[in-house]
């Protein structure tokens, strides 16, 4: 039933690793994006890919690298990991209804760069 | 790059009080203005919106206050409860091609017994 989900929900890591955030959504939306929330609870995009095509790329280190096999999911794959790194990462999806956009949110992935 | 500006950056308020969350925008050109709420350890979600063409929308225990001249729009939370405890974010639509939201800085509300 869970519309938006990531896997994995925690993920410990070391500086230098490289990992991979996997997200998949069930509503048959067109559009999904990668956020970052760090510390103080700041939610920066990140990434939007439409229909496994990128449309929104934000100034992220090109350490980051989405990928949308299809347009159900939305991968994000993250080399030389650092400490900066740390945050919790949400990927979302969104449909756009009577002139309005509402963006359906994962339950997030908690990364931490030791 | 839009500007959202949202304040206080935390609040508590007793129970049965209104909390109050301020949101503003520089550019105008939007059709509608969410705001989303997040529970500790959840993700966001949408809780009420609204569009330019109305100066108030409510739903239940909460209203969005829209001024459109002033550039600014506000979250009321009437009656609250402490299973209103959470972070609450507004957010600006651009009007570009791509569909992006940018959030405003987040409110931690905490409502006290």
């Known amino acids: 039933d869970t519309a938006v989900s990531q896997t994995p929900k925690y993920l410990v890591t070391q500086m230098g690793n490289d990992k991979s955030i996997k997200c998949e959504q069930n509503?048959?939306?067109?559009?999904m994006y990668w956020y970052k929330q760090d510390s103080k609870k700041f939610l920066k995009i990140m990434f939007s890919?439409?229909?496994?095509?990128?449309?929104i790329n934000e100034t992220v280190p090109n350490r980051f690298s989405p990928k949308s096999p299809d347009k159900a999911h939305l991968n994000l794959h993250i080399n030389s990991l650092e400490l900066g790194d740390s945050a919790v990462y949400f990927c979302?999806?969104?449909?756009?209804?009577?002139?309005?956009?509402?963006?359906?949110f994962g339950p997030g992935t908690r990364l931490l760069v030791l | 790059q839009q500007q959202v500006k949202q304040s206080p950056q935390s609040l508590i308020v007793q129970k049965g009080g209104i909390s109050i969350i301020n949101c503003a925008y520089e550019?105008?050109?939007?059709?509608?203005f969410p705001w989303y709420q997040q529970f500790p350890g959840k993700g966001p979600a949408l809780l009420i919106a609204?569009?330019?063409?109305?100066s108030e929308k409510k739903e239940g225990r909460f209203t969005i206050s829209f001024n459109k001249s002033a550039k600014q729009f506000s979250l009321h939370i009437m009656d609250s409860q402490p299973g209103d405890s959470a972070t609450y974010f507004c957010?600006?639509?651009?009007?570009?091609?791509?569909?992006?939201?940018?959030f405003g800085t987040g409110t931690r509300l905490q409502v006290t017994l």
């Open positions: 509503l048959g939306h067109d559009t």
């Open positions: 550019n105008t050109a939007f059709d509608y």
């Open positions: 890919y439409n229909n496994k095509e990128l449309i």
């Open positions: 609204i569009r330019p063409d109305v």
């Open positions: 979302a999806s969104t449909v756009l209804a009577g002139g309005q956009e509402t963006q359906y």
């Open positions: 957010a600006v639509p651009n009007t570009g091609t791509a569909s992006k939201l940018t």
